[in-house]
Every structure is written in C-alpha cells, then in structure tokens.
C-alpha cells in the first residue's frame, strides 16, 4: 500500500547569536511593548487607544473617528500595502522575518520552550525518551506558561475594543460578556496553536504571502543567499587545513544553517518560497566561518545580479534603489502627507441630515409648509460644543424648532428639526437647501461651520 502523503516531521530550531538574531528580538520587544502597552495608556479621562463598536467610536489618543471617517482607514490599508510592496522589493520578506506576528510569537514561544526544555538536541532527547516524571514536569511546566502568554494576549486584544481596566475587573469577577469571553479565548487559542504547533506550518501553508511574493521580488532584491561560487564544493576538513589543497570551497557542511532555520530549509539550494528572510542561517555561518578562520559572508543578504556579476556593496544597494523602488516610495509618501493632512485640517465634528419619512410635507397652522428632519451632530473634540442652525437655498425658509443644540464631549445627539415656508414661497416640486452648522463654545466661534444639502418639498 503506497501513501501519498507524509507525516510532518517537527522541526527544532536551534538557538543562534548574531547581528540578525539582535534584530529580530528587538522587533518582538518593540511590537510586544506597543501591543501589550498600549492599551493600558489613558488619554484625559479615557483610555487612549479604544475602539468602541458598541457606541461606533474610535478613539486614537486625541482623535475620535467615526464610522463616517471610514476614508482613513483605507488610506490606512493603502500605505500598509504600498509599505509591504516596497519592503518585499527592497529586501524580500522582512515583514515575515521580523515583525509578523507569527514569526513573533513563535520566537517567544520558542524561548520559553529553550528555557524549560533545553536547546536543539535536548529538545529532540527529551522528546524521543519514554514518558518520565522529568518529561512530564517539562512538558505540563512549558505548555502552562503558553497558556498564560496567549491567555493574556486574548486579553490584551480585547482591550482594545472594551475598556482594559473594567475588562480586568470583569475577568477576575467572572462578569464578562459572552462575546468578551469567546473572543479572549478564541484569540488565545489561535496564539497557543499557531506558534505552539503550527509554526512553520502556517509560514508555508497558510499564509497567503508565501505564495505571491515571488511576484514583488525581480534581481536586485535583497535576499538571503548563499554563495555558491566560493562555497562549494562543501565538505568538511580540519580548522588548520588548506582548502585550495583540497579541493574545496569555503562551506564546510556543518549542516547549521538547516537546523536554526525555523521552517526547516537548506538554504544552499537556492531561495525557496518557504525561506521567511530572518537571516538565521546568515547569523550561524559568520559564527563558523569565525571559528574556521574564513571571511564572513558565505551567506548574506545579496541580490541575484549581485552574486552574478559579483558587485561590491556600494554597487548593490545603487541598485536597489531603482525606479520601481522609487514609485512605491513616491505613492507611499504622498498618500502618508495626505493621511496626515487630511486629519489634521479636519473639522472636530460631523452632521449627517436625514429627511423625516413619516412626514413628507405638509400644511401647518399660519399657512406654512413644514418639512421635517432629522439631524445627527456628531462631537469629535474632547469638550462639549454648542451648535448653531441655520438654512438657506429658499427666501423665508426658516427654522421652526430649537435652533442651538449642546452636544457633550465625544459623543453624538439626534435632533429633529422643522423647516417652515411660507406657503406661496416657492412653486411645487423638490428645492435644494443647505444647512448651515456652526460650532461654538461658550458663545465664541471655535472651529468653523459645515455645510450640508438636502431638499425642501413643496406640495402641489
């Protein structure tokens, strides 16, 4: 009987020191520091990152955004794609090597799993040896502290959309809602099996990015490379030995770069779309070729023209700062300037009109045709704000109900207002109207006026 599929081997990564390894942990304590921080920073009297979905507000530190701010977050999503096209075609995949969440949390995962289970050959021992008492402590002790890191990363995820501090409360009383409950749990789920058990799994097989990139990159991208021409033939020999002499190259087939790749590569065959960029393999080959005596380098950061035409430093990074490099920078600054623009030239306040459907028009006492609508202001500034209201488009239009309205800080208020003209005012049909909101507070005028349309209908 022939089967047509494998059992997935598990891979132990082993432990690497260098200048890539530097790198990489000073990603995850810089992303970790922003995630599991920011949502304990408060803002005033708020909390200072909150996403609110049950009032619809959005708070970021002194912006309140609301659903009708919805233009941000696609400028939002078009400079993250354009950053991760330009990254992907300067030097492949940093975003994986570095700062995914996946390669995060799988470093922090890993961590815990060295410190209670020893490094690479320890690990493969302990995992191979018959049940223990020692192999039972190890394995309960290290899955315990991953159920607290993704316990608490649940949490912290949903902090940023309920209150941290009342979320805290709730947890401990055992008084949190039904969605608070299942999505701590299910996004603690997702951490422990993704970087638990899933870890290359997910770089390899699930994730979309693995798939495509090959598409961003061309042959003056930055990747991971080994050099062939000075490395082979491979083979090993004694530390005082001449390999000229013999016959071979630089590599001496220690096999190391295969075993801190964290998904298992080699990366002496070439790039592969499995390889995530982290330079582990670069790191453990400078440490060899240290202790052999040879020039580091063996396995860089390079490009495909570079290693073909063998260009210095200098050569190399001209190129990678070619046109195409250059266009998604271009488009990358001026959607930022605009972003950044935008928000700060914009008004701390909305008005959305909506025409009462109950009620056409109709005749009032006096002889006046009424109009009614209904009109949401909506405060965006971290104090209260008066509104003053007025029309225009049609002589005599007037406002027949209260025309200030007092909205308190950040929040939002439906007020139903009446338009009344006089009754030979204007022919039958549907006139366009404009009204006209002004802010104030405390009787000065603080922060300018908007305008909106809508329609006035007049009754045959």
């Known amino acids: 009987m022939v089967s047509l599929y494998a059992a997935t081997q598990k891979i132990y990564p082993r432990s690497v020191q260098g200048i890539f390894a530097k790198w990489r942990w000073l990603l995850v304590a ?5 995630f599991y921080g920011l949502p304990w920073l408060e803002w005033g ?6 996403f609110d979905l049950g009032a619809r507000r959005f708070y970021i530190f002194g912006i309140v955004l609301y659903p009708q701010d919805f233009i941000y977050l696609t400028a939002i999503l078009v400079i993250s794609a354009f950053s991760l096209f330009l990254f992907t075609a300067i030097a492949g995949r940093l975003w994986c090597g570095y700062a995914c969440p996946q390669t995060v949390y799988s470093e922090i ?6 410190k209670i289970e020893g490094d690479r050959t320890a690990r493969m021992k302990l995992d191979a040896a018959d049940m223990s008492l020692e192999k039972l402590v190890k394995k309960w002790y290290k899955h315990i502290v991953w159920i607290g890191i993704s316990i608490w990363t649940g949490f912290t995820f949903v902090g940023y959309f309920s209150p941290i501090r009342e979320l805290g409360m709730e947890f401990f009383l055992g008084n949190m809602t039904s969605w608070e409950i299942f999505w701590v749990f299910f996004y603690a789920f997702a951490t422990y099996g993704n970087a638990g058990f899933m870890r290359e799994q997910v770089c390899k097989y699930m994730c979309p990015y693995a798939r495509f990139q090959s598409a961003m990159f061309d042959k003056d991208t ?5 050099d062939a021409a000075r490395g082979e033939p491979r083979g090993a020999r004694s530390k005082k030995a001449d390999p000229a002499a013999l016959g071979l190259g630089a590599c001496v087939d220690c096999s190391l770069c295969v075993q801190v790749c964290p998904t298992g590569i080699d ?3 070439g790039l592969q779309y499995e390889c995530i960029g982290c330079g582990a393999c670069a790191d453990v080959c400078d440490t060899v070729m240290d202790k052999v005596g040879y020039p580091r380098g063996l396995v860089k950061y390079s490009t495909e023209n570079a290693m073909t035409n063998t260009w210095s430093k200098e050569q190399t990074w001209r190129r990678v700062f070619r046109p195409r490099v250059l266009l998604y920078l271009g488009i990358l600054g001026v959607v930022t300037v605009a972003l950044f623009t935008s928000l700060a030239l914009r008004k701390p306040f909305k008005v959305d009109v909506v ?12 002889g006046q045709i009424e109009n009614v609508y209904r009109i949401q202001i909506m405060n965006a500034a971290e104090k209260p704000l008066n509104f003053k209201l007025s029309v225009d488009g049609l002589p005599g239009l007037v406002v027949a109900t209260e025309d200030d309205v007092r909205v308190e800080a950040t929040q939002s208020r439906w007020v139903s207002v009446r338009l009344q003209l006089p009754y030979d005012g204007a022919a039958a049909g549907s006139h366009p109207i404009h009204f006209l909101i002004q802010s104030y507070e405390e009787g000065v005028k603080v922060v300018g006026e908007l305008s909106e349309k809508s329609v006035f209908l007049v009754p045959r």
């Open 267 to 269: 990366i002496r065959k």
């Open 109 to 114: 995962f890993l961590w815990v799993e060295r």
């Open 355 to 366: 025409r009462d459907r109950s009620s056409l028009a109709r005749i009032v006492s006096g």
């Open 222 to 226: 930055l990747i991971v490379t080994y």
């Open 45 to 50: 009297q708020r909390q200072a990152v909150l």
């Open 30 to 34: 810089i992303t970790q520091l922003v």
